[in-house]
């Protein structure tokens, strides 16, 4: 049973400047939520237990929301928002949170590499958190059933438009079964021309203890950075990796035209809010 998640939120999160100058771009909201929380939810609710994230410096307010606050809770217990209570304390009860810090912002690899020595000698799941996935079944749970059957790495995917695929890692497979393809290469950000499919590999996965190992041999790729794709790579050499086409809607928080969307589509579904943003909304449309 797959019970550790890593969560790497250390980045500066440049395309939400000026913002995140001082706000960590995980914990922008969507609507009155922040982005990290939703994906906490989803390892929750993959059946994980115990999250490691990785911060950086300025990210010491992700680590706050996910510590108790007394003084608000008595706050609100002698105010009688009991509502409110409930809320903020389902936050820090979800999971056992822990962190540790990378002092040097080296990539997506060197992040996970980071937590080595708390995953130790298990499989684990890495979620990123600029995405936002709703599904039916949790998408980090797709991949854990796909990752304990074969005992392998496995990732996420998603397709993309072919004038896109030079913005993610990208995935070459056979497929096996249904939404299953087992793979035959990785590329980090190709070209048009050099992509071998328009699978992205849509910032969830799971990987067998034997990814650390690569990783630490692993020298830095595009951008000066140690990418995971490149790890993943090498790894194929010793192990199969599987890819899992996804089921479910993707949510891009880390584009900003994605993130204003999903904040209106998430806003008409709020109860206080969803029936005044619809009329909003058509009033707004009629005047377009």
Do not use: C
Not at 23 to 47: C, H
């Amino acid at each position: 049973m797959i019970r550790k998640a890593v969560i790497p939120a250390a980045g500066f999160g440049t395309r939400f400047l000026p913002i995140t100058k001082a706000q960590p771009k995980e914990m922008i909201p969507i609507v009155d939520t922040p982005v990290i929380q939703y994906v906490v939810e989803e390892a929750v609710a993959s059946g994980i237990t115990d999250i490691l994230m990785i911060i950086g410096r300025g990210k010491r307010a992700v680590e706050e929301y996910f510590d108790r606050s007394f003084e608000l809770e008595y706050l609100l217990k002698e105010k009688r928002k009991f509502r409110e209570l409930d809320t903020i304390r389902r936050i820090t009860d979800m999971a056992n949170i822990h962190f540790v810090w990378q002092k040097e912002m080296n990539g997506l690899g060197d992040a996970i590499l980071h937590a080595r020595d708390h995953v130790g000698n298990e499989p684990f799941a890495v979620l990123l958190g600029d995405t936002i996935f709703r599904s039916e079944i949790p998408v980090t749970r797709q991949l854990v059933e796909v990752a304990e059957k074969y005992n392998s790495s496995v990732v996420g995917l998603e397709e993309v438009p072919k004038d896109m695929v030079s913005r993610y890692g990208i995935f070459d497979g056979a497929l096996l079964h249904d939404n299953i393809l087992q793979a035959k290469r990785l590329v980090e950000k190709p070209t048009i021309h050099e992509a071998p499919s328009n699978l992205s590999i849509a910032s969830r996965y799971v990987f067998t203890p034997e990814i650390f190992s690569f990783l630490e041999k692993t020298p830095p790729g595009k951008n000066n950075e140690i990418q995971i794709t490149d790890a993943m790579q090498a790894l194929l050499q010793n192990e199969k990796i599987y890819g899992v086409k996804l089921k479910g809607e993707l949510f891009d928080i880390g584009d900003k035209l994605e993130f204003i969307k999903t904040n209106i589509l998430f806003g008409m579904e709020q109860e206080d809010i969803g029936e005044s943003l619809k009329n909003w909304l058509k009033e707004l449309a009629q005047k377009l």
